[in-house]
C-alpha cells in the first residue's frame, strides 16, 4: 500500500510564497517521477510541475520562474516552492507519484490534494 500525504495549503496574499511538501509512505518503494498537479473549480485538473530521477524539471508556462520543484529521494518527498502567487494560482493541489512497489509495475499514486487559496 502507498500514501501520498500533502501538507503546506492555505491562504496567501497575492504576491505571497508557500512551499507544498507530498510524503510517499510504504514499503519496497521506487519512486520516478514526481508530480504535482492542480485544480480549480470548474477547471480540469493541470499538470504544474515534474521532476525525474535524474532531476530534470518540467514547468507549466504560466508557473515557470515563480515555482519550484524539487525531490529529497531518501525521504520519498516532493516539494513545490510557490512565489509571486496569484489569484489564478488558486486550486487544490495534488502530488502524483510514479512508484514501482518491489518487484510490481510502476504505476501512478495521487495524494488527496492541498488547498491553495491566493486572495486579498
Known amino acids: 500500500q502507498v500514501q501520498l500525504v500533502e501538507s503546506g495549503g492555505g491562504l496567501v496574499q497575492p504576491g505571497g510564497s508557500l512551499r507544498l511538501s507530498c510524503v510517499a509512505s510504504?514499503?519496497?518503494?521506487?519512486?520516478?517521477?514526481m508530480r504535482w498537479h492542480r485544480q480549480a473549480p470548474g477547471k480540469q485538473r493541470e499538470l504544474v510541475a515534474a521532476?525525474?530521477?535524474?532531476?530534470?524539471?518540467y514547468y507549466k508556462d504560466s508557473v515557470k520562474g515563480r515555482f519550484t520543484i524539487s525531490r529529497d529521494s531518501a525521504k520519498n518527498t516532493v516539494y513545490l516552492q510557490m512565489n509571486s502567487l496569484k489569484p489564478e494560482d488558486s486550486a487544490v493541489y495534488y502530488c502524483?507519484?510514479?512508484?514501482?512497489?518491489?518487484?510490481?509495475?510502476?504505476?501512478?499514486?495521487w495524494g488527496e490534494g492541498t488547498l491553495v487559496t491566493v486572495s486579498s
Open positions: 510504504g514499503s519496497s518503494l521506487s519512486i520516478f517521477a
Open positions: 502524483n507519484d510514479a512508484v514501482r512497489v518491489g518487484a510490481s509495475p510502476v504505476r501512478d499514486y
Open positions: 521532476i525525474s530521477v535524474g532531476i530534470s524539471t
